[in-house]
């Protein structure tokens, strides 16, 4: 992420500026902060406009493309500093940078209670219709007595004040991130053609005609008789211009012309109606930011990406290295996609590296288990591996028979964990397994995707091996630094420092097709803009559907439902266009109807860290009704499909001693939760029951079988396979969950040099797609810390084979 | 009485400066009122050694020389202007002529809905330990559409606001008189003279 700071004041000397650098500096892993000052910025005048002066300039473009902006207020005369407001009058006149940017308020003064009327006037001032910026509620940070707050280092002395400032960070890291989300324009879409309406004038009716084209405002002609001429003049002009050039409704009335200005919106919005679609969502887009002076813009590259998340950057990354020209176009002012949200490390067999660890308990039962298989249940295409790696096994197993052994492992028992893992029949009696060519691409090349990553300049912990949840085996290379970013990060950093380009904001639309060949991308950028790129070769890197209900309700054939107002955990870009962009040029699909969820989700967000989430051992599932339903140690799969027949929404039950063992959250954000009503706490089980809204009794009984289980270690109901603790010891707490769609396994069908596939069988000509849009690897189920090795593995074969067949 | 009147813009065509304009003329017989513009003052950045740039110090002793101060603000982004806010900042950092001062708040704006929260802003402000102007309660004069508020010679032409306007001024000219008597011996005035933020946070004042 990166964040522009503004010190609020141009004085030589400035707490604030102190406050900012320490950010700056304890911040560094987490996000960059680029420090703006106001000591160039002219005395705002509306008479005499320096909007293209350079520094105003500077301050204009560094903002619109950061992720948040963080502002340092002093307080002056109980209010902001004037060379702070003139800067934002200066933002808010003809330029509007900070429209719908995430806004952090932070503020150092002398005086004990900091600058909080200063913070107070800036929210107002932030809020004015011409600003327009989404600042973080809440999380005032007011540095008082700022002369004793930093040592000669210029870091923050007290420890309290350090914990305040990194929760109020941590929290406008989150907060930027929803609101980039929200600054996506919805899409919409018109039946083309001439509407004939009326509106309301100043003097009568205002006869219209609107000319849409199917997903543009393309003419606005008014009948302007009726209204006053030399007062309604303004209006008649600036308004449709407005209306064209921002695709909006969202428009500036023009003062003295209200009514007329109203009147002309209201009249485009009856055409966008007649046109069947919602003029709601054209009221909410962003005002214009001018006229746009190129509606079309053409790009020439070699190879176009669709999508900046991991697999996107990675063939970008690849291209250049190899001295080719590359363009990613990303549908969110962000990038990243899923692959920022990825908490795991990414899997592939290192037997060098894993051999220096010892082997845990357990690890020498499950290769013991794998290896006594029966070979009858084993796919053909697998059986000669399976074969190889028994023996691989049981050579480990002799060799170590008496003594502690290091951690096995071997590119085939990640082949064929992962073709294990992915086995699934659906609803419909299909079978379903990772296609063994795929599979094996994917295993035997994912060390060579760490080491490309190394050079690009993603850093790993070799300190330790790790297993993500649901992985099957540790083979986890960690990266140095918060997991998913830190990929995503040092792939930006390799593009922007080597030509590369990255165009947000712009979603690809449309293949640009010539005889049978792929030649480039038509795509419309978030203000309206056309933007048309030729190019030699196309990779799709646009990640799978799990934020397409609709989509995953047409495909579903695994799960007995999904629900329409279902939650994920997905990034909300990602909704398969690149799917659809596939089958535009007759893409072949595979295993689409298979969906991964994540049982233990919030009901409202589909996060995964809200609430208290304990280790499985410690999971008491009850269904709505108080009882238990599930094994609550089984698998993902399992959890969920349990959960989906009893009516989808569930409860975690815990103790006080339980919640002890929850590893997600802390007493604070417990208490906070419990007051906001997205976690229940009671002192007794009934009181417990009835705030859910179940029968106490019912569940007082499930409570105590429960307990009486863990005292004797075994369940007859559920057959949980380990306990821990009881639940015994108020409070108690009750934690909704329902499972949310986590990953889409199905996709466009590829080879193994990533072309794309059609339904005759023949390689499409010019298209290439990696990751999650793709199919065919992870079949039934997607194996944890897998999905990492596929996007940076497939990602680099689309770039190598997208410029061999150039040649 | 002697008035200073104060256009809170910098900006060339101000219906601010041509409402004080009006209260001038329309009201010379009770006051003197001298309009004054702040757009020649430099930007407020601390300097170290506290002195006034020539154009604050010329504002500064109209204000001392003044028995009351009328603020004619617009509102910008929810707030007063950057230039007017500026023009305090000197005042409150240097020569402080606005302690215990008689003030009234005007605004006028080009839309309806007028300066109401350019109003409250400048009040608070003007509240501020080193202002401490005397803010005249109750009053909240805000002119909408003002751009068609005034005729050809410079006459209001919306009836009910020039009425308003006549009263709030009388009550103005009656406050004026009553802090004269309320502010003669008052000790605030050395107090706030020496105010500084400093010495609150050094818990040596206040
Ligand atoms: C919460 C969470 C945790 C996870 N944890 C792990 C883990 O620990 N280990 C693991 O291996 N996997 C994990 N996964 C899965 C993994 O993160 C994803 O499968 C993987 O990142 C997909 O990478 P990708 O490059 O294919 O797509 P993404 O990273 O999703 O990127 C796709 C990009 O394309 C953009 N896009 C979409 N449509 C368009 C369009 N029309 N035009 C332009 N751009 C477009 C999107 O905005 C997005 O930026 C996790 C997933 C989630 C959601
Ligand atoms: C003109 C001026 C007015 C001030 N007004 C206030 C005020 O209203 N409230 C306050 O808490 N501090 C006020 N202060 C003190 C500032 O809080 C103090 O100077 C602080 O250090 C400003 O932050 P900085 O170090 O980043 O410039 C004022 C300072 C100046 C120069
Ligand atoms: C940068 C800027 C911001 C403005 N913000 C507001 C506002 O928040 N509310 C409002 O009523 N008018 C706002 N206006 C309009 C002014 O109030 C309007 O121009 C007013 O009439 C100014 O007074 P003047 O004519 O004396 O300059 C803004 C104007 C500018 C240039």
Request: aromatic content about 8%; charged content about 25%; proline content about 4%.
């Amino acid at each position: 992420m990166k964040f522009i700071g503004i010190v609020g004041t141009n004085a030589k000397k400035s707490y604030n500026r102190m406050l900012l650098q320490f950010m700056q500096k304890h911040f560094a892993n987490k996000a960059e902060i680029e420090i703006l000052e106001l000591k160039d910025v002219p005395m705002f005048n509306e008479s005499k406009d320096q909007s293209d002066s350079p520094i105003i300039q500077e301050f204009n473009q560094k903002i619109a493309a950061s992720d948040g902006v963080i502002i340092a207020t002093p307080e002056h005369n109980h209010s902001i500093p004037a060379a702070l407001k003139s800067i934002i009058e200066w933002l808010s006149f003809n330029l509007h940078p900070l429209d719908g940017k995430a806004v952090m308020i932070v503020g150092a003064s002398y005086n004990i209670q900091g600058s909080s009327r200063a913070q107070l006037h800036l929210r107002q001032i932030l809020d004015a219709p011409g600003v327009n910026a989404s600042v973080m509620p809440g999380s005032e940070f007011l540095l008082g007595k700022a002369q004793d707050a930093f040592d000669d280092k210029g870091n923050l002395k007290a420890q309290r004040t350090i914990d305040f400032l990194d929760s109020c960070f941590a929290k406008f890291m989150k907060f930027s991130d929803i609101i980039a989300q929200m600054n996506i324009p919805e899409d919409i879409t018109y039946e083309p053609g001439t509407f004939k309406v009326t509106a309301v004038g100043h003097n009568g009716d205002l006869p219209m005609e609107v000319t849409l084209s199917d997903d543009r405002i393309e003419k606005i002609d008014i009948d302007t008789s009726s209204e006053t001429q030399g007062i309604a003049d303004v209006a008649f002009k600036r308004i449709p211009q407005q209306i064209i050039d921002g695709q909006t409704l969202n428009v500036d009335v023009v003062s003295g012309a209200s009514i007329t200005s109203r009147g002309v919106v209201d009249g485009v919005a009856k055409a966008v109606k007649m046109a069947g679609a919602n003029p709601d969502i054209l009221k909410k887009r962003k005002k214009s930011n001018g006229p746009n002076k190129q509606n079309v813009v053409e790009y020439q590259t070699d190879v176009v990406v669709v999508g900046a998340g991991g697999a996107g950057l990675t063939a970008a990354a690849r291209t250049i290295q190899q001295g080719k020209k590359a363009i990613v176009l990303e549908k969110f002012p962000a990038i990243g996609g899923n692959t920022v949200r990825a908490g795991g490390p990414m899997n592939a067999a290192d037997p060098e590296w894993q051999n220096k660890f010892e082997e845990i308990t357990g690890e020498r039962h499950t290769l013991k288990e794998i290896s006594e298989i029966d070979e009858k249940t084993i796919d053909a295409e697998y059986l000669a591996d399976f074969k190889a790696l028994k023996k691989q096994i049981n050579e480990y197993l002799k060799e170590n028979e008496d003594q502690k052994a290091y951690l096995f492992d071997s590119k085939l028992l990640h082949r064929i964990q992962t073709y294990l893992g992915g086995k699934r029949t659906d609803l419909k009696g299909n079978k379903i397994y990772g296609q063994y060519d795929l599979v094996k691409e994917l295993t035997d090349h994912a060390l060579e995707s760490v080491k490309w990553l190394e050079d690009i300049g993603v850093k790993f912990d070799k300190s330790q091996v790790t297993m993500p949840v649901g992985a099957l085996w540790r083979r986890g290379h960690k990266p140095l630094g918060s997991q998913g970013f830190a990929f995503i990060e040092a792939l930006k950093k390799y593009l922007e420092s080597n030509d590369g380009q990255i165009i947000t904001d712009t979603a690809a639309k449309e293949l640009i097709i010539e005889d049978g060949q792929v030649k480039g991308i038509i795509a419309r950028s978030s203000d309206g803009k056309k933007i048309i790129v030729h190019a030699k070769a196309v990779v799709l890197a646009s990640g799978g559907f799990g934020a397409n209900t609709k989509m995953l309700k047409k495909y579903n054939t695994y799960w007995s439902n999904i629900d329409d107002n279902i939650k994920t955990t997905n990034s909300p870009a990602i909704t398969g266009d690149g799917i659809r962009l596939g089958q535009s040029a007759g893409a072949e699909l595979v295993g689409m109807g298979f969906s991964q969820m994540m049982p233990v989700s919030d009901p409202e967000t589909g996060e995964l860290f809200s609430g208290l989430q304990v280790p499985p051992q410690n999971f008491v599932m009850v269904n709505q009704k108080g009882k238990r339903f599930v094994n609550e140690y089984g698998s993902r799969d399992e959890l969920t499909k349990a959960a989906i027949d009893n009516g989808s929404l569930f409860y975690l039950i815990a103790d006080d001693a339980i919640k002890e063992t929850a590893y997600n959250t802390s007493q604070a954000q417990i208490d906070k939760q419990v007051e906001q009503g997205t976690l229940y706490r009671d002192d007794t089980l009934e009181g417990l029951a009835k705030q859910v809204g179940m029968d106490p009794a019912t569940f007082v009984k499930t409570i105590n079988d429960y307990n009486s289980y863990v005292d004797v270690g075994e369940d007859p109901e559920f057959h949980k396979s380990a306990f821990d603790l009881k639940v015994e010891k108020a409070p108690f707490y009750a934690t909704p969950r329902k499972p949310a769609v986590h990953h889409t396994m199905g996709g466009l069908k590829i080879d193994t040099d990533a072309h794309v596939i059609n339904q005759d069988e023949k390689i499409i000509p010019g298209l290439y797609a990696a990751g999650e849009v793709a199919g065919g690897i992870h079949a039934g189920n997607r194996l944890g810390g897998n999905s990492l090795s596929d996007i940076f593995t497939f990602g680099r074969i689309a770039a190598n084979n997208a410029l061999k067949d150039m040649e | 009485m002697k008035l200073v009147g104060i256009v809170g813009t910098n900006s060339s065509e101000s219906t601010n400066r041509r409402l004080l304009q009006y209260m001038k003329q329309h009201y010379s017989e009770q006051a003197e009122i001298e309009i004054c513009e702040i757009d020649e003052i430099p930007v407020f950045n601390e300097p170290e050694d506290k002195t006034a740039p020539q154009a604050v110090q010329v504002l500064s002793d109209k204000i001392a020389a003044s028995d009351g101060v009328i603020f004619a603000t617009p509102e910008y982004d929810h707030s007063i202007p950057a230039v007017l806010k500026n023009a305090i900042e000197w005042l409150s950092y240097t020569t402080r002529p606005l302690i215990n001062k008689p003030v009234m708040i005007i605004g006028a704006s080009l839309g309806a809905l007028g300066t109401s929260r350019a109003q409250a802003h400048l009040r608070q402000i003007l509240e501020a330990p080193e202002l401490k102007a005397l803010i005249m309660p109750n009053v909240e004069y805000l002119l909408g559409r003002a751009l068609e508020a005034f005729d050809d010679d410079g006459n209001m032409v919306y009836k009910d606001k020039a009425k308003e306007l006549d009263n709030d001024f009388i009550e103005f000219l009656s406050f004026v008189k009553l802090t004269e008597k309320l502010t003669a011996n008052s000790k605030f005035f050395e107090i706030s003279k020496q105010f500084s933020w400093k010495q609150v946070a050094n818990g040596e004042d206040m």
